[in-house]
């Protein structure tokens, strides 16, 4: 099947929409939040043309005289149609003049409902400067709009709350617009904290106004997740290695085996997970080897939500093995550093037949855009939560949020991330991950970042 992918710069309002024709269809998404994509799908190479008049753009199937005409005279054709395109360009510019509008765009990531409101989670902070409310009312409504700048990622969100509703969309462009609307007269309440925005209606029962104000003082907190909520989600925590693979050794005796460091971490992390309502299974909960594969087929298997893989590091020589320490939480994408890269080669040659299964297989394939980015979120969230919780105790390095090839993560059907909890090999760090101490603090530290997953992302 042949493709014909174009992209500009815009945003769609509405859902993706699809048009079929006779010998193509032509698809129109929001490829990402600032990048509109149109996608024709045909079964044989087929010349498309793009015709641009005023504000519209046509695309359509070149007819079969022009496609007897030569390839020069069809580019020649193009060029002068590109030049419409420059007074556009020119207000996009023009756009850009105030200082404070060459930042990043604000992104609504998503919306929460919760008790007589809404949460809009944002990717970066707002201000109560940069937010313009007003009243509107006609014969059946009282509303209160809210707006301010911004992007909304994915469609239009409603929600109902008895007789009120509110209503987040795109209003233009540039704007993001929230509608609370009720067929009595009511107060709204707003409330600004870190990356979110509290919108909802303000009750008249000073008391439980109150409540609600408490409510939303702690969004944030680890106990809105509702128990129900928790009950229902599956976490896979895979312990490293096992059996004849010890995994990276942290002395010369070698009494310090990294099989053994990550499965107490594990165990002890599902222990935290089961005690804030999750359900957690294990990959492994004894020292068994378990084929690589065999790790995310049991996730898939089970319809997990998410795959936590326990690692422990190691230096690359006896050099390093004093200076190379830290927390580290990689997802799974090529990878794009030379650490990467050795970090991944340390924990995919435990199983050579396991890494045989996987390289006559492309990675590609693997690599649904929509998990690597929910990954990518978990890691964040967690690597975050881990160095809150130990840095309160010990001097923990941070050594970030990562990318690598881990065969181990190749397959999951769920957010999946692995985690290398310290160096084995650093004289002080390694003694730290063997302690049954520090892997509690590890294992709180681990639970609150998948507390914060799950509430950003319900």
């Given at each position: 099947?042949?493709?014909?992918?174009?992209?500009?710069?815009?945003?769609?309002?509405?859902?993706?929409?699809?048009?079929?024709?006779?010998?193509?269809?032509?698809?129109?998404?929001?490829?990402?939040?600032?990048?509109?994509?149109?996608?024709?799908?045909?079964?044989?190479?087929?010349?498309?043309?793009?015709?641009?008049?005023?504000?519209?753009?046509?695309?359509?199937?070149?007819?079969?005289?022009?496609?007897?005409?030569?390839?020069?005279?069809?580019?020649?054709?193009?060029?002068?149609?590109?030049?419409?395109?420059?007074?556009?360009?020119?207000?996009?510019?023009?756009?850009?003049?105030?200082?404070?509008?060459?930042?990043?765009?604000?992104?609504?990531?998503?919306?929460?409902?919760?008790?007589?409101?809404?949460?809009?989670?944002?990717?970066?902070?707002?201000?109560?400067?940069?937010?313009?409310?007003?009243?509107?009312?006609?014969?059946?409504?009282?509303?209160?709009?809210?707006?301010?700048?911004?992007?909304?990622?994915?469609?239009?969100?409603?929600?109902?709350?008895?007789?009120?509703?509110?209503?987040?969309?795109?209003?233009?462009?540039?704007?993001?617009?929230?509608?609370?609307?009720?067929?009595?007269?009511?107060?709204?309440?707003?409330?600004?904290?870190?990356?979110?925005?509290?919108?909802?209606?303000?009750?008249?029962?000073?008391?439980?106004?109150?409540?609600?104000?408490?409510?939303?003082?702690?969004?944030?907190?680890?106990?809105?997740?509702?128990?129900?909520?928790?009950?229902?989600?599956?976490?896979?925590?895979?312990?490293?290695?096992?059996?004849?693979?010890?995994?990276?050794?942290?002395?010369?005796?070698?009494?310090?085996?990294?099989?053994?460091?990550?499965l107490s971490t594990a165990l002890k992390l599902g222990s935290e997970?089961?005690?804030?309502?999750?359900?957690?299974?294990?990959?492994?909960?004894?020292?068994?080897?378990?084929?690589?594969?065999?790790?995310?087929?049991?996730?898939?298997?089970?319809?997990?939500?998410?795959?936590?893989?326990?690692?422990?590091?190691?230096?690359?020589?006896?050099?390093?093995?004093?200076?190379?320490?830290?927390?580290?939480?990689?997802?799974?994408?090529?990878?794009?550093?030379?650490?990467?890269?050795?970090?991944?080669?340390?924990?995919?040659?435990?199983?050579?037949?396991?890494?045989?299964?996987?390289?006559?297989?492309?990675?590609?394939?693997?690599?649904?855009?929509?998990?690597?980015?929910?990954?990518?979120?978990?890691?964040?969230?967690?690597?975050?939560?881990?160095?809150?919780?130990?840095?309160?105790?010990?001097?923990?390095?941070?050594?970030?949020?990562?990318?690598?090839?881990?065969?181990?993560?190749?397959?999951?059907?769920?957010?999946?991330?692995?985690?290398?909890?310290?160096?084995?090999?650093?004289?002080?760090?390694?003694?730290?991950?063997?302690?049954?101490?520090?892997?509690?603090?590890?294992?709180?530290?681990?639970?609150?970042?998948?507390?914060?997953?799950?509430?950003?992302n319900r």
């Amino acid at each position: 099947n042949y493709r014909h992918i174009s992209d500009f710069n815009g945003v769609l309002e509405g859902g993706k929409k699809e048009y079929k024709m006779d010998d193509y269809r032509v698809v129109i998404s929001q490829y990402n939040p600032k990048t509109i994509r149109i996608v024709i799908y045909a079964k044989e190479r087929i010349p498309i043309t793009f015709d641009f008049n005023d504000k519209k753009l046509k695309i359509s199937k070149q007819s079969s005289t022009v496609l007897k005409t030569p390839k020069k005279e069809t580019t020649q054709k193009d060029l002068p149609k590109k030049q419409e395109i420059k007074p556009v360009k020119a207000q996009n510019s023009q756009d850009k003049k105030p200082k404070q509008d060459k930042k990043d765009p604000l992104y609504v990531l998503d919306v929460d409902k919760i008790s007589n409101a809404v949460i809009l989670n944002l990717s970066d902070t707002l201000s109560d400067d940069e937010i313009s409310v007003f009243s509107s009312k006609d014969q059946k409504f009282f509303r209160q709009i809210v707006s301010f700048k911004g992007i909304l990622e994915g469609n239009r969100k409603n929600f109902t709350f008895g007789k009120n509703n509110i209503t987040v969309t795109q209003y233009n462009p540039k704007t993001v617009r929230i509608v609370l609307s009720s067929p009595k007269e009511f107060d709204i309440s707003k409330n600004l904290e870190d990356k979110s925005l509290t919108l909802g209606f303000q009750k008249d029962n000073k008391k439980t106004s109150k409540n609600d104000d408490k409510k939303n003082k702690n969004n944030n907190n680890k106990n809105v997740l509702s128990s129900n909520f928790k009950s229902k989600k599956i976490i896979v925590i895979d312990a490293g290695h096992g059996g004849k693979d010890s995994g990276a050794l942290g002395n010369k005796q070698g009494t310090l085996k990294e099989k053994n460091i990550v499965l107490s971490t594990a165990l002890k992390l599902g222990s935290e997970l089961k005690k804030r309502g999750y359900r957690v299974l294990y990959t492994r909960s004894t020292d068994q080897f378990i084929n690589l594969r065999d790790r995310t087929k049991f996730a898939n298997d089970k319809r997990a939500d998410l795959f936590i893989s326990v690692h422990a590091n190691a230096a690359p020589n006896a050099k390093k093995a004093k200076s190379a320490e830290g927390v580290e939480t990689f997802f799974l994408s090529p990878a794009r550093s030379e650490r990467s890269k050795k970090a991944a080669e340390k924990e995919n040659q435990g199983d050579f037949e396991e890494i045989n299964y996987f390289s006559k297989q492309s990675i590609l394939n693997f690599l649904n855009r929509e998990k690597i980015v929910a990954s990518n979120k978990l890691a964040i969230d967690v690597q975050k939560n881990i160095l809150t919780q130990t840095r309160k105790k010990y001097k923990i390095v941070d050594g970030g949020v990562r990318e690598a090839p881990f065969w181990v993560l190749v397959g999951a059907q769920m957010p999946a991330i692995l985690i290398e909890i310290g160096y084995i090999t650093h004289p002080s760090e390694g003694q730290r991950i063997a302690s049954k101490t520090f892997q509690d603090i590890l294992a709180k530290g681990i639970a609150d970042g998948v507390d914060s997953y799950f509430y950003h992302n319900r």
